[in-house]
């Protein structure tokens, strides 16, 4: 019991200085995408809420936002190469710029996709083409850097999107591939700790997160083939599940809860939860079309799912049963953040922003506006992707170069 308490401490970043209103990772400190801030806006002004700042030099991509300790820490492409950027969260100046990797192209928007992530006064980030760098905080000197192809990795076909795992000693990421799917790094040095040999599935867009199951601190990912749960301490194989229907694209983060292991998918894919027994045996609890969920993220908020589901709109979803809540076409398709039980939710056609209670009891708005400015350098087929952040009373908000930072806080 001692262990997992010092597990689950070290993932929430307790032990490492974080402030409760920091966003270290994509999604957060425990990968829900769940701010615990309080005392936020419950309704904004009818202009939207007071933009504080704009930066112009992001650089393509749709690497989203981690903030620690007052610094912004995002990616972006200038001319052929991938960088980190790092802000000051405040103010918006730069504070450092270093490179990751060259640029990956796709007929979708040039540049990185995944989020960096802060483990104390380093930082981690994986490059379109797989470079997995691992940075000082402060400065952004490189101290080493690996890559997906010297462990049997191949560039999936819209580039490494995955935002990787710093898991107590060792960095997570997913290079995919006959010597492993998952892949376990020594996240001071770099050198290698494990790989996944008993799960060889090629990487797709999904990110891992944790969970404390059956006495294991295991590491839940998924590929478009199958769901899987891997033993941190070694990269054993403690389960799996197939998902055969995740053929073209598998992007939304898992979500873990009570044994329940929940995925959904894009195209006409649908929505499964998985029941792990206490012998490490998956049962498909429901398998349904409610959440056809693309990439914008689904979010367990209680007992409900909330996220947009290509089949009907904005859908809250019954965690246990699958069953529908509840279906709104209020806004289009987009992106979703849950903060002081509000729900931020961006439109990716138009970069409009609307906040609506986290309630399973229907739609209720308490105000939109819309991003303004937006980019004249995304290409057509691409839409505003990047994923909202809220942080120490602060709204994060991207479209390739430019970056946008609103006053939130009550």
């Given at each position: 019991m001692k262990t997992r308490l010092a597990s689950a401490l070290l993932t929430l970043g307790l032990v490492t200085g974080l402030h409760a209103t920091d966003w270290p990772q994509f999604?957060?400190?425990?990968?829900?995408?769940?701010?615990?801030?309080?005392?936020?806006?419950?309704?904004?002004p009818t202009e939207g809420p007071k933009k504080v700042w704009t930066y112009d030099q992001g650089g393509l991509?749709?690497?989203?936002?981690?903030?620690?300790?007052?610094?912004?820490?995002?990616?972006?492409?200038?001319?052929?190469?991938?960088?980190?950027i790092a802000l000051d969260a405040i103010t918006g100046k730069?504070?450092?710029?270093?490179?990751?990797?060259?640029?990956?192209?796709?007929?979708?928007?040039?540049?990185?996709?995944?989020?960096?992530?802060?483990?104390?006064?380093?930082?981690?980030?994986?490059?379109?083409?797989?470079?997995?760098?691992?940075?000082?905080?402060?400065?952004?000197?490189?101290?080493?850097?690996?890559?997906?192809?010297?462990?049997?990795?191949?560039?999936?076909?819209?580039?490494?999107?995955?935002?990787?795992?710093?898991?107590?000693?060792?960095?997570?990421?997913?290079?995919?591939?006959?010597?492993?799917t998952l892949l376990a790094l020594d996240k001071l040095t770099g050198k290698l700790a494990w790989q996944s040999t008993e799960w060889t599935d090629g990487a797709h867009y999904s990110s891992v997160i944790t969970a404390e199951l059956n006495g294991t601190h295991q590491l839940i990912a998924r590929t478009a083939n199958s769901i899987a749960g891997i033993d941190s301490k070694d990269g054993k194989l403690l389960w799996k599940q197939a998902f055969p229907q995740g053929k073209t694209a598998v992007i939304p983060t898992p979500i873990y809860k009570d044994g329940q292991v929940y995925v959904a998918a894009g195209y006409n894919a649908g929505c499964m939860a998985i029941k792990i027994d206490s012998n490490n045996q998956p049962t498909v609890a429901y398998e349904n079309a409610n959440m056809v969920n693309h990439h914008g993220g689904v979010i367990l908020v209680?007992?409900?799912?909330?996220?947009?589901?290509?089949?009907?709109?904005?859908?809250?979803?019954?965690?246990?049963?699958?069953?529908?809540?509840?279906?709104?076409?209020?806004?289009?398709?987009?992106?979703?953040?849950?903060?002081?039980?509000?729900?931020?939710?961006?439109?990716?056609?138009?970069?409009?922003?609307?906040?609506?209670?986290?309630?399973?009891?229907?739609?209720?708005?308490?105000?939109?506006?819309?991003?303004?400015?937006?980019?004249?350098?995304?290409?057509?087929q691409g839409k505003v992707w990047t994923h909202p952040v809220v942080s120490n009373g602060r709204l994060y908000l991207r479209d390739q170069e430019l970056i946008s930072c609103f006053e939130v806080k009550g």
């Open positions: 999604r957060g400190a425990d990968r829900t995408d769940i701010s615990t801030e309080k005392g936020l806006l419950k309704q904004w991509g749709y690497s989203g936002f981690s903030i620690v300790n007052g610094t912004l820490y995002t990616m972006g492409a200038r001319d052929s190469e991938e960088f980190v730069e504070k450092w710029v270093a490179e990751v990797g060259v640029l990956l192209t796709n007929n979708w928007g040039d540049g990185p996709r995944g989020t960096p992530s802060v483990d104390g006064d380093r930082v981690y980030a994986l490059s379109g083409k797989g470079s997995l760098v691992c940075l000082n905080a402060q400065d952004g000197k490189q101290i080493w850097k690996a890559e997906m192809t010297e462990f049997g990795g191949k560039v999936p076909g819209w580039g490494y999107t995955e935002s990787v795992l710093v898991d107590g000693s060792n960095v997570i990421s997913t290079p995919g591939g006959s010597k492993g209680g007992d409900y799912l909330y996220g947009f589901s290509d089949k009907g709109g904005w859908t809250c979803q019954d965690f246990k049963t699958g069953d529908v809540k509840w279906v709104e076409k209020k806004l289009g398709k987009g992106a979703i953040h849950c903060a002081d039980g509000m729900l931020y939710l961006l439109e990716e056609a138009t970069g409009t922003v609307a906040l609506i209670d986290a309630s399973p009891n229907g739609w209720s708005e308490h105000g939109r506006f819309k991003l303004e400015p937006q980019t004249a350098l995304r290409k057509p």
